[in-house]
């Protein structure tokens, strides 16, 4: 069994392609006791479960059907819950050798997902709170259990001590529950082996020119009533999406000046992608600021004010100065900036690049206006758009990307040995470590909210 060392910081693998230090994950041991058996979730897994999304509007899949015939053929079992939301339709996965069983059912007593060790459950979005009434599609009634069972693939959202993250490592800890989070799966270079950045940069753009067409029609007509009004829906595809918008721009007769912070990440390079497909690759009214244009030396504040839509795609690990504030909005004369897109749903910081905003938006409810008209001296207002799915909104494509992603990652899972002693760990291969690690980073988390908690 792999045991937890104190001394993380100085022992270490390194990449066979680098010399960049990586540290070996440890499985903990807890001085006050095991966590709740832990050994019991151990080997490998040799069975997939893709459940159904709880998410309103939720259309995306990490896994593809021509991933399920393949992982059929190295032996997996593999058990799709049935989804009227999912971009790709159940019989699609069944022709492809999945089994479809009934939505919600990892949540039965005496389900798959609970009764076999070697099941994992592969989703996308956060697992439903205690007590959620769920219908399956069999219309069987299914209470959300306050625990958590079986091993568990997704974004949690907890390890960066978001809201109510003790409460969700409690939820494990009673079920002896497992999370391998998603936005953990790291390579030996400590970079994610699957994301939705890019997509979520591009649908940010979109939202943002959406938000803005809108906005001008109200301005246009002496009211807000297209803003806070405003609905959106996922898209067929990106063709789909493109056509919208460039008929809408055309319809109003005028384009945008745009920002781009964060330009050259993950995110940053989906948003300028979106811009050359509405837009065309000259489109000269855009900005693309990095960490040299973002500097307080270089006052941001009044780059940022001088164009209409902001896109905010970069990500910030830990506190930082503001690079404009409410209070400069409101009293800056002459204003442009209207439309701001939170790509990175930055809420809960303290200090963080954009203190715009406190709260998450909808598809349902896209954006949230945060200065009036009259509030400031610009007759101006500002929208925010804070979407924290925003990939959806071109599910197929943001699927596809993701799923490819990961799928070599998932082939390695019915290989990794979470028992295997500290010593052996140099010698796996890297997909190996991707899911040690992940693993390590849970058990370590789900220790410091059960010792804060003691």
């Not at 902001?310 to 009293?331: H, L, S, Y």
Request: charged share 25%; aromatic share 10%; glycine share 6%.
């Amino acid at each position: 069994m792999l045991r937890y060392s104190a001394r993380v910081a100085s022992t270490h693998l390194y990449s066979r392609s680098s010399s960049i230090p990586i540290p070996v994950c440890h499985l903990h041991h807890n001085s006050y006791g095991t966590f709740n058996n832990y050994p019991k979730i151990s080997g490998f897994y040799d069975t997939i479960i893709l459940r159904d999304e709880v998410k309103p509007f939720e259309k995306r899949t990490p896994l593809l059907p021509k991933h399920v015939s393949i992982l059929k053929q190295y032996g997996f079992n593999i058990l799709v819950e049935s989804s009227k939301t999912r971009i790709i339709p159940d019989v699609e996965y069944q022709h492809a050798g999945a089994k479809i069983i009934p939505s919600f059912s990892m949540w039965k007593p005496d389900s798959e997902a609970r009764s076999n060790p070697r099941a994992v459950v592969l989703g996308l979005k956060e697992l439903p709170k205690v007590g959620t009434k769920l219908v399956s599609s069999n219309n069987e009634e299914i209470t959300v259990p306050d625990a958590i069972y079986g091993s568990h693939i997704y974004f949690a959202h907890i390890f960066k001590y978001q809201s109510g993250w003790k409460n969700v490592m409690q939820r494990f800890d009673k079920g002896d529950g497992v999370l391998m989070d998603l936005e953990f799966l790291v390579d030996d270079n400590l970079q994610r082996v699957a994301a939705f950045g890019g997509a979520a940069g591009y649908a940010g753009i979109a939202m943002g020119l959406l938000t803005w067409i809108e906005q001008q029609i109200d301005m246009q007509n002496g009211h807000h009533k297209r803003v806070t009004e405003m609905r959106v829906r996922p898209y067929a595809s990106r063709s789909e999406l493109i056509q919208d918008v460039q008929q809408k721009l055309e319809a109003l007769g005028k384009k945008p000046k745009i920002l781009i912070v964060g330009a050259a990440g993950r995110c940053g390079r989906g948003s300028r992608e979106c811009l050359v497909d509405i837009l065309g690759g000259g489109y000269a009214d855009v900005l693309y600021w990095g960490r040299k244009e973002t500097h307080p030396d270089t006052q941001p504040e009044k780059g940022i004010v001088d164009c209409d839509i902001v896109v905010n795609d970069i990500f910030a690990a830990g506190d930082m100065e503001p690079f404009i504030t409410m209070e400069q909005i409101k009293n800056y004369p002459n204003r442009r900036f209207s439309v701001f897109v939170d790509v990175s749903c930055d809420i809960t910081s303290q200090k963080k690049a954009f203190p715009l905003n406190s709260t998450l938006t909808t598809f349902d409810k896209p954006a949230k206006r945060v200065l009036q008209e009259d509030e400031g001296a610009t007759k101006l207002p500002l929208d925010v758009v804070a979407i924290d799915n925003l990939p959806t909104l071109i599910p197929s494509y943001s699927s596809r990307q993701f799923a490819e992603s990961l799928f070599e990652y998932l082939l390695e899972l019915k290989n990794v040995d979470f028992d295997e002693s500290s010593e052996d760990i140099e010698n796996t291969n890297e997909a190996k470590r991707v899911w040690l690690r992940a693993r390590e980073k849970f058990e370590r988390k789900k220790k410091e909210a059960l010792w804060e908690n003691l």
